[in-house]
C-alpha cells in the first residue's frame, strides 16, 4: 500500500510541475519562476530579457517626423524636386534678354606712337583710359529655347512623381520594418518561455530519477532538449538587435529604434490610410505615372534634338564709354539684329537625335516593366492577405495539436508511458509550432498595411 501511495505522490508531483510548464508555454514569459515541484526557483542568465532599444517609436507621427528630419531617401527625393525647379530657370533664361556690363582700366606698357593730323596731335594708343561698357542681348525667335521651359516643367512633374513614389516606398519599409522589431521581440519572448519550459523538464526528470521512476537517459535528453533551445534564444536575440538596427536605419538614425510594444495594429493601420489615400487605379500609382511622364520627357528630348537645326534670331545692343578715344568719340551705342543657321557642325545634331530616340525607346519599355510589376505586385499582395490568413489559421491548429500531443505525452511520461524521447521530440514540436504562429500573426499585419500602401498616394 505504501508503494501505491508514493507512486501516486511521484506522478503528483510529475504532473503538477508539467502544469506549470504547459502554463508557461502559452504565457508571456515574465520573472524567473519555480518549477512547480517544490525546489528552488530556475536561475539561468539566458533567461533574463533582452536589453532594451535605445530610442522607442511613440506613433506613426513621431515615425514620420523623424522620416522627413532624418530619412537620406527622402531628404535626397525632396532635393530632387528641387534640382528640377531649379533647372527651369536655367531653361526660361534661354528665352530672356540678359544685359552685362563690365569696367576696365588699361595701361599700356610700351612707349606710345605720337603723330599729327591736320595740326592735331595724337597718341596711340593711351597711356592710360578707363573703358565703361555694356552688352545686351534677347533673344526673339528660339524655338528649342521655348519648347526647353515646357521641357523643363515636365522634368518637374516627373521629379514630384518620383518623391512621391519615394514617399510610399519608404512608408512601407518603415512599416515593415517597425513590425518586424515586433515580430522579433515577440519571437525572443517565445524562446525563453520554450528554454524556461526546457529546464522545467530538466528539473523533473531529475525528480522523477531522484524517486526511481526515469533513466540516466531520460535526464541526458532534458539536457539535451535544453541545449537545443538555447541556440534559437541566441539567433533569436540577434535578430532582435538587427531588426531594430534596421528600423532605425530606415528613420535614417544610426540609434537602434523599438516599436511600442502594446501597439494597436487597428489605430495604427487607421493612422497610415490617414497618411496614404488608397488608389486604385494602377495608372494613377506614381511609380507608374511618373515612368510615364518620363516618356513625355523622352518624347520632348527627341524633338529637342530636331529643333537645333532650327535657325533663331536674337537682337543685341552695345554701349561702351572710353575717357581715352583715338580718332573715336567718347560713347558708341549700336543695335543689331542677328540670324543664326545652322549648316555643319561634324554631326554631333544627328548623334544628339539618334541618342534621344534611343532613350525614348528605354523609357517607353520602363514603363511597360513598371505597369507589369505594378499589376503583379499589387495582384500579389492583395492576395499575400488572405493566403497569410489561411496559412495562420493552419499554423493555429497546429499549435493547438502540438499542445494537445504535448500535454498527453507529459501525463503518460508522469504515469510511467512513453518514453524520455517522446517528451522532448512534443516539446520541440510545440516551440516550433507556437513561433511559427507568432511570426504568421505579424505576416499577417504586414501583408495587410502593405495592401493599403501598394497603390497608395503618400502625401507627408
Not at 528641387?82 to 576696365?104: D, H, I
Not at 516606398?169 to 518586424?180: E, G, R, S, T
Not at 564709354?321 to 545634331?349: C, E, H, K, Q
Amino acid at each position: 500500500m505504501q508503494v501505491v501511495r508514493r507512486s501516486r505522490g511521484i506522478a503528483a508531483a510529475i504532473l503538477v510541475g508539467f502544469g506549470a510548464v504547459a502554463g508557461e508555454v502559452h504565457a508571456q514569459p515574465a520573472e524567473v519562476q519555480s518549477d512547480g515541484v517544490g525546489g528552488p526557483p530556475i536561475a539561468d542568465p539566458m533567461l533574463a530579457p533582452p536589453p532594451p532599444a535605445p530610442q522607442q517609436i511613440a506613433s506613426w507621427e513621431q515615425a514620420l517626423e523623424l522620416i522627413r528630419t532624418r530619412s537620406p531617401e527622402y531628404i535626397s527625393s525632396y532635393q530632387a524636386v528641387r534640382r528640377a525647379e531649379a533647372q527651369r530657370e536655367t531653361a526660361l533664361a534661354a528665352v530672356l534678354p540678359s544685359v552685362n556690363g563690365q569696367v576696365a582700366f588699361v595701361h599700356q606698357l610700351a612707349r606710345p606712337l605720337r603723330f599729327s593730323i591736320a595740326g592735331l596731335s595724337v597718341v596711340t594708343p593711351p597711356a592710360n583710359a578707363w573703358d565703361f561698357g555694356a552688352a545686351a542681348s534677347w533673344p526673339v525667335i528660339n524655338p528649342r529655347g521655348i519648347f526647353g521651359v515646357g521641357t523643363a516643367d515636365k522634368n518637374i512633374e516627373a521629379s514630384e512623381l518620383s518623391f512621391e513614389d519615394s514617399r510610399k516606398q519608404i512608408a512601407i519599409d518603415v512599416v515593415d520594418a517597425m513590425l518586424a522589431t515586433l515580430a522579433a521581440a515577440r519571437v525572443a519572448d517565445l524562446n525563453r518561455v520554450g528554454l524556461r519550459a526546457a529546464l522545467d523538464r530538466l528539473r523533473l526528470t531529475q525528480v522523477r530519477l531522484q524517486f526511481g521512476q526515469g533513466t540516466e537517459v531520460d535526464v541526458d535528453r532534458a539536457r539535451q532538449d535544453v541545449a537545443a533551445a538555447r541556440s534559437p534564444l541566441i539567433n533569436g536575440d540577434e535578430g532582435l538587435r538587427q531588426s531594430r538596427e534596421a528600423l532605425g536605419a530606415a528613420l535614417g538614425s544610426a540609434v537602434p529604434f523599438a516599436a511600442p510594444v502594446g501597439l494597436d495594429f487597428e489605430a495604427f493601420e487607421a493612422a497610415v490610410e490617414r497618411t496614404c489615400r488608397l488608389n486604385e487605379d494602377i495608372e494613377r500609382r506614381p511609380d507608374v505615372a511618373a515612368a510615364r511622364t518620363r516618356v513625355e520627357v523622352g518624347e520632348r528630348a527627341v524633338r529637342d534634338a530636331e529643333l537645333q537645326f532650327a535657325p533663331s534670331f536674337a537682337v543685341t545692343s552695345q554701349f561702351a564709354y572710353t575717357t581715352a578715344p583715338v580718332l573715336a568719340p567718347f560713347t558708341t551705342w549700336s543695335l543689331a539684329g542677328v540670324l543664326s543657321v545652322p549648316f555643319y557642325d561634324g554631326g554631333a545634331r544627328y548623334g544628339a537625335l539618334r541618342d534621344s530616340r534611343a532613350a525614348l525607346e528605354q523609357a517607353r519599355q520602363a514603363l511597360v516593366r513598371t505597369r507589369l510589376s505594378a499589376i503583379v505586385g499589387s495582384a500579389q499582395v492583395l492576395r499575400s492577405v488572405d493566403v497569410l490568413r489561411a496559412s495562420r489559421d493552419v499554423a493555429f491548429r497546429q499549435r493547438d495539436l502540438a499542445a494537445e500531443v504535448d500535454r498527453r505525452t507529459r501525463e503518460g511520461y508522469a504515469h510511467g508511458l512513453g518514453t524520455s524521447l517522446d517528451l522532448v521530440i512534443s516539446a520541440q514540436a510545440l516551440r516550433q509550432a507556437e513561433i511559427q504562429l507568432a511570426l504568421l500573426d505579424f505576416q499577417v499585419d504586414e501583408a495587410r498595411a502593405n495592401s493599403v500602401l501598394i497603390n497608395a498616394e503618400c502625401v507627408y
